[in-house]
């Protein structure tokens, strides 16, 4: 693929410089399409696990970084969850829309799918460490806390006064279309071990529901776009 392409290009031209590369992934590459089900899967940055179909070129390019990790180039990889944070678009936002599609808070089957988040702050925060202590080869995940999106959804009703409706895999293409619909109908569980313990990264927002009642979310409900 192109993207594993250009790393291998930039990784052959960087190679003895001595300098940093940090390549930014994320939780798709281990997301599991649950249909709206519970995962009790949360995986740690070297825990093995099945590569979404969609990502496995992204895996390619990760696994580039990482072999190219030398004396020479300190090469890391750093796996991003669900980011929020001002002007964000994931999980809260896309609940909030679905009430301007529907007039209720969606979610899909049960609800109980569950994606590891992360705010932009935070992220900030590990780039720097791992600028100043990442060690070549490294791989650190950026996760937080996670919600499960009925809980995101009950949230946003309370919020706006209006009912929660759980829609079906049919039905979730209309809501959000067919990368929404994937998305908001799967788990992706995370742990950032590596990134605490190596690098001694310490979240400090770990509440992505703090962000319910912004009135730019609340706008989202009123216009379908």
């Not at 313990?197 to 962000?211: I, Q």
């Amino acid at each position: 693929m192109l993207e594993t392409a250009t790393v291998e290009s930039l990784t052959r031209a960087m190679a003895g410089t001595g300098k940093t590369l940090i390549f930014l992934s994320g939780s798709g590459l281990l997301l599991q399409r649950t249909a709206g089900a519970w995962s009790e899967d949360s995986f740690a940055e070297h825990d093995p696990f099945v590569v979404e179909p969609l990502a496995t070129s992204r895996k390619a390019t990760e696994d580039t970084v990482l072999a190219a990790a030398s004396d020479r180039l300190r090469a890391m990889v750093i796996r991003l969850g669900l980011i929020w944070g001002p002007g964000d678009h994931g999980h809260v936002p896309m609940t909030y829309q679905s009430v301007a599609v529907t007039g209720a808070a969606c979610y899909v089957g049960l609800g109980l799918n569950t994606y590891s988040h992360v705010h932009i702050d935070d992220v900030t925060r590990l780039f720097t460490l791992a600028l100043e202590a990442g060690r070549a080869g490294g791989l650190y995940h950026a996760v937080a806390g996670e919600v499960p999106n009925r809980w995101i959804a009950e949230s946003v009703a309370n919020h706006l006064g209006c009912d929660t409706r759980s829609v079906t895999p049919q039905e979730v293409v209309l809501v959000w279309g067919e990368l929404g619909a994937l998305v908001m109908a799967a788990s992706s569980r995370l742990r950032a071990v590596r990134a605490q313990r190596g690098l001694g990264w310490r979240p400090e927002h770990t509440d992505m529901l703090s962000t319910i009642g912004e009135a730019r979310l609340r706008k989202l409900a009123e216009h379908s776009t």
